[in-house]
């Protein structure tokens, strides 16, 4: 019996060593845990599912044999020390395989949590390696458009720098063309800078048309005169006359200013008046008095190279404040004074007119537009041009900027600018501005009412005769004149 037992316990011991080793066993178990997919059970998982299976049949054969062992041992009671310390040895190693069973147990609960983290872990990477894929697919699908439109670009890109090619042909060749362009043009500024240079005294000569100046018009008419028309120039002795008896009056002026020391002068009007020479005592043949047609009687005081002799008829301008006459003109007879004094009474008459209607109505100018440059009374001087019918506007220099300025100058026909009341560079930068119409801008050193509607006037008929016959025959003696700059 004991034999039996022995050898059973052998065998046992045998088939115990031959099975792997628990470290053996979880090592594989590790190892299957990467290898594992889906519900397939992997070569280690089927060995180690035979392992379990194999401790549960020894389990089962070694309680069937302790089961067999103890009945064995009640029908026998008396037993050998020998055979029951083996027995011992037997249980114990019984117990001992329990507790390695109850480990490997465990393990395998273990193992089968962990096998179960694996497959959630692996689920989760599957889902991933799905969305991966759908990804990839897209990205796929996504890199064979891209690469589709990268061909389209490309042949683009080739076409435009093919076309680029061109265009840098025509460009160098506008380049080329430009720069002679630009060549001419500075060929042609500068043959229009030594144009003007060379014309500007015959421009000074057309502005000078333009305007009617009195010197233009003399010398128009002394180009004019011939046998054929000096009839009708039989009014110049008058007009020599009226200029010397003007020019005896601010004379006479200045001496009484000098005299006053800056006080207000007598007013002194320089229109002549007619009589007759006397001399101031019969004894005295160099005092000589001047008796008008009134029968009043002033001193002469200036010297005159004239042969004079008593009663002889003259034209002098007086001084009623002192009783003083400047000598004018000396008549060869009585007739001539007559007409004269005839032609003075006639343009007194008509300028006494003149101030009488302005009066009580105003004359209304040719059409023209002005506009008004000062500081001062433009008031004033916008509402009186204003009720002449001329389109007027007036701003102040010193509030608006040159930009402002220049934008309204150029819709106006004349820039009145005043000099004591307008900036100092203003002048200069109207001048430059119009460079080719200077007599655009119209200068005034004085503010006085009277000489504005005078220029006012004037201009306003300059402008009206430019299309006018005699303008025309002015502008024939122009050309005729610009031979002699050429």
């Given at each position: ?211 009617l100046r009195p ?142 209607e302005e009066k009580t109505t105003y ?124």
């Amino acid at each position: 019996m004991n034999q039996k037992m022995n050898q059973r316990f052998q065998e046992n011991q045998r088939k115990m060593q031959s099975k792997p080793s628990k470290a053996t066993l979880l090592q594989k178990v590790k190892e299957t845990k990467s290898l594992r997919s889906g519900t397939v059970q992997t070569p280690v998982e089927e060995s180690l599912q035979e392992t379990i299976e194999h401790y549960k049949n020894l389990y089962k054969n070694m309680k069937a044999e302790c089961e067999k062992l103890k009945k064995e041992q009640k029908n026998k009671p008396a037993q050998h020390s020998k055979q029951n310390k083996k027995e011992e040895i037997l249980q114990q190693e019984i117990e001992n395989k329990k507790q390695e069973v109850f480990l490997l147990r465990q393990d395998l609960t273990d193992e089968q949590k962990r096998r179960k983290e694996t497959e959630q872990l692996l689920s989760q990477w599957k889902k991933k390696y799905q969305e991966l894929e759908t990804d990839n697919n897209d990205l796929q699908i996504t890199h064979k458009k891209t690469s589709e439109h990268l061909k389209i670009i490309t042949s683009k890109i080739d076409s435009y720098r093919s076309r680029n090619e061109n265009f840098e042909q025509k460009r160098r060749k506008l380049s080329k063309s430009l720069k002679e362009m630009n060549e001419r043009v500075q060929a042609l500024e500068n043959s229009k800078k030594r144009a003007l240079l060379k014309n500007s005294d015959m421009q000074h000569y057309i502005n000078s048309i333009l305007q009617l100046r009195p010197e233009v018009i003399i010398s128009y008419l002394y180009d004019e005169l011939s046998l054929n028309n000096y009839g009708n120039y039989s009014d110049i002795p008058l007009l020599n006359r009226q200029v010397l008896t003007m020019s005896y009056a601010q004379k006479m002026k200045r001496a009484s200013v000098k005299k006053k020391e800056g006080k207000k002068a007598s007013e002194i009007t320089p229109i002549p008046m007619f009589g007759y020479i006397s001399l101031a005592e019969p004894e005295s043949a160099h005092k000589w008095r001047f008796v008008s047609i009134d029968n009043e009687s002033y001193e002469i005081i200036n010297k005159t190279s004239y042969p004079v002799q008593e009663g002889m008829p003259i034209a002098a301008v007086v001084n009623e404040e002192n009783g003083t006459a400047m000598l004018t003109w000396v008549y060869g007879n009585v007739g001539e004074m007559k007409r004269d004094k005839e032609r003075e009474s006639l343009r007194e008459k008509r300028r006494q007119d003149v101030v009488k209607e302005e009066k009580t109505t105003y004359l209304q100018m040719e059409p023209v537009s002005v506009l008004l440059l000062t500081a001062h009374q433009g008031v004033k001087y916008r509402d009186r041009l204003q009720k002449h019918g001329v389109e007027v506007e007036w701003m102040d220099p010193f509030e608006k900027n040159m930009s402002h300025i220049r934008a309204k100058a150029s819709s106006y026909d004349y820039v009145y600018l005043f000099i004591d009341h307008t900036p100092k560079a203003l002048k200069q930068q109207l001048m430059d501005e119009f460079a080719d119409n200077q007599d655009k801008i119209q200068i005034f050193y004085s503010g006085n009412i009277q000489t504005v509607l005078t220029r006012t006037r004037y201009l306003a008929l300059a402008k009206s005769m430019e299309n006018t016959p005699t303008f025309k025959r002015l502008e024939i003696t122009m050309k005729q004149k610009l031979t002699m700059f050429q």
